[in-house]
């Protein structure tokens, strides 16, 4: 099926089904002929190479690229698009690409991208609807501007930066997240296309989620919405390049007093003993260097580790700061104060006074009873009823006594129904 069938699978991810039907492309790699005549099927033309090539860039990660790139990408059955001239101008009028070297003149502390692209906007807006009005018109604009020029997918370029952004500074989305400081130079040596993050970084700078301090060398990068590069980061890159330079020399020392211990061997196995023992001064020497720069190394981390906590201690107090005038606003807004609170339960106890004075109005009785009797007399009558029935004496003339001793023995033997009936009456 061509060339493109021989690229990598992220290019057959994005080819459309029309790139499997040889009529329809034939046509769709013809160039671009007179709208007027059939305005459907060049609007479609120019939306499916459109659409392609933005996919394309974004799913490859292909940030910059040229025409004559896109005609060795897109290269079918030995035959590429004549059509691209069009295309590429009506992606530059839309603002979908743009020039290289138009972000890299605005650098790491240029204007926003938005700001700057209404700007264009406004500074050029004649050859934007000349251009328009050409391909309207069906005519080939090629031959008044020049796609030769490298040019820069902006889809691409921000799906692209937002994996620098989320690989440095993972938790970017959290407040007042940042990555911490790094040298801009080894950020961009790790990427595999340096171009490629350079412009991202420019990107992200001019999107407020990243800022590079470029002012001295080593220029600085950091990695976070709003970020800004502190006194604190400075001193900690100082202090890490310090690091890496004691390593380093401590590193050669050790290499050094290695081949001293072998001159040293050598020596004595030639039994030049004076020579020997010169060797092993100056590995002591050597030892003795090697030890006070490991105990260099040793402050500098306990240094570099100090002022991380530090810049951690800044954070909590900060946030602390942010919590106490929240709280403070919050009292503010609703009115919250000490006297206010106070009222507020005073009015809570009125409120539950009434609440049982009406409890105890309501259960007071109702009717013509509550008028003629009251609790006095009924306490009266209840005591003299209570009076007469202790003279009175239990029922059927008993006593109201009870003698434990008057009651039978426990019997020895089994005693039948009879028996219990007969002891039972003599009670």
């Not at 020039?99 to 938005?114: A, T």
């Not at 820069?152 to 959290?174: G, K, N, T």
């Not at 020997?276 to 040793?298: F, I, M, P, V, Y």
């Not at 005038?325 to 000490?338: F, R």
């Amino acid at each position: 099926m061509g060339s493109i069938d021989k690229k990598s699978s992220l290019l057959q991810e994005i080819l459309p089904v029309d790139w499997h039907n040889d009529e329809r492309m034939g046509f769709l790699m013809s160039a671009f002929k007179d709208r007027s005549v059939n305005p459907k099927s060049w609007d479609a033309k120019l939306k499916f190479w459109r659409v392609l090539i933005e996919e394309y860039c974004v799913h490859c990660k292909q940030v910059t690229f040229d025409e004559a790139h896109l005609k060795k990408t897109f290269e079918r059955d030995g035959c590429v698009p004549a059509c691209l001239t069009p295309v590429i101008i009506s992606l530059k009028n839309d603002g979908k690409v743009v020039p290289v070297e138009e972000i890299q003149k605005l650098g790491y502390h240029g204007q926003s991208w938005s700001s700057w692209t209404t700007e264009k906007l406004l500074k050029t807006p004649a050859s934007f609807a000349v251009n328009k009005l050409w391909s309207a018109l069906g005519y080939d604009s090629s031959a008044s501007q020049s796609t030769t020029e490298k040019l820069v997918s902006i889809p691409a370029l921000q799906s692209y930066a937002e994996e620098v952004l989320a690989q440095h500074c993972p938790d970017h989305s959290a407040h007042n997240a940042s990555s911490q400081v790094m040298i801009l130079a080894d950020v961009i040596l790790k990427e595999p296309n340096k171009q490629f993050a350079e412009l991202a970084i420019m990107w992200l700078c001019r999107n407020n989620q990243a800022i590079v301090e470029d002012t001295m060398s080593p220029a600085l990068v950091k990695f976070g919405p709003n970020v800004q590069i502190s006194n604190v980061d400075r001193q900690t890159i100082s202090l890490q390049r310090q690091e890496i330079a004691l390593t380093r020399k401590l590193h050669e020392l050790e290499e050094e007093k290695e081949r001293c211990l072998a001159e040293i061997k050598a020596y004595l196995a030639k039994g030049m003993r004076p020579a020997a023992r010169n060797s092993l001064k100056k590995k002591h020497e050597l030892e003795r260097r090697a030890t006070k720069l490991s105990d260099s190394l040793a402050n500098l981390h306990v240094m570099i580790s100090q002022l991380k906590d530090s810049e951690s201690h800044a954070q909590v107090i900060g946030a602390y700061k942010n919590a106490s005038a929240a709280l403070k606003a919050v009292y503010k807004d609703t009115g919250l104060n000490e006297d206010n609170v106070a009222n507020a339960m005073d009015d809570v106890e009125e409120a539950l006074e009434l609440h049982d004075e009406v409890k105890t109005v309501i259960s007071k009785p109702v009717g013509p009873m509550s008028s003629t009797l009251d609790d006095e007399e009924l306490e009266k009558e209840l005591a003299e009823l209570l009076e007469d029935h202790e003279e009175a004496g239990p029922p059927g003339g008993g006593t109201s006594e009870f003698d434990i001793n008057k009651l039978p023995s426990v019997p020895s033997s089994p005693v039948g129904a009879k028996t219990l009936n007969t002891q039972a009456s003599q009670l």
